[in-house]
């Protein structure tokens, strides 16, 4: 499914914005779905958000709805992740990930390094 290499993470403060980036090295958007997951310190990874690469469907966490939003760029072979209003308790490490259209990490079989995105209050 290619390689996926996530970008744009930082530090910001609470009310703040930042997009995240997940480039992959093959054109896996039309076969497969992406989703972002994120793992904070001390939990378990957790299911932010997925676009079907096929038909655009999204899927968000309801912690995150209405705040980010996941898009696909096939001319670029990138998904997004516009994340807006930010809080603290957003901070994790933030994951692209590519795999089935589902909510379960345990559907996704290829993954980026991560990015770390830090919300300060």
């Known amino acids: 499914q290619g390689q996926l290499v996530e970008s744009g993470g930082g530090l910001v403060q609470a009310g703040g914005s930042l997009r995240l980036s997940c480039a992959a090295s093959s054109r896996t958007f039309n076969s497969y779905a992406m989703g972002w997951f994120r793992r904070a310190p001390g939990k378990e990874r957790e299911f932010v958000a997925v676009?079907?690469?096929?038909?655009?469907?999204?899927s968000y966490a309801d912690s995150v709805k209405g705040r980010f939003t996941i898009s696909i760029d096939n001319a670029k072979n990138t998904v997004y992740l516009q994340m807006n209003n930010l809080k603290p308790e957003d901070t994790a490490i933030y994951y692209c990930?590519?795999?089935?259209?589902?909510?379960?990490?345990?559907?996704?079989?290829?993954w980026g390094q991560g990015t770390q995105v830090t919300v300060s209050s």
């Open positions: 990930a590519s795999g089935l259209l589902s909510r379960s990490d345990s559907n996704f079989r290829s």
């Open positions: 676009i079907s690469g096929r038909t655009g469907l999204t």
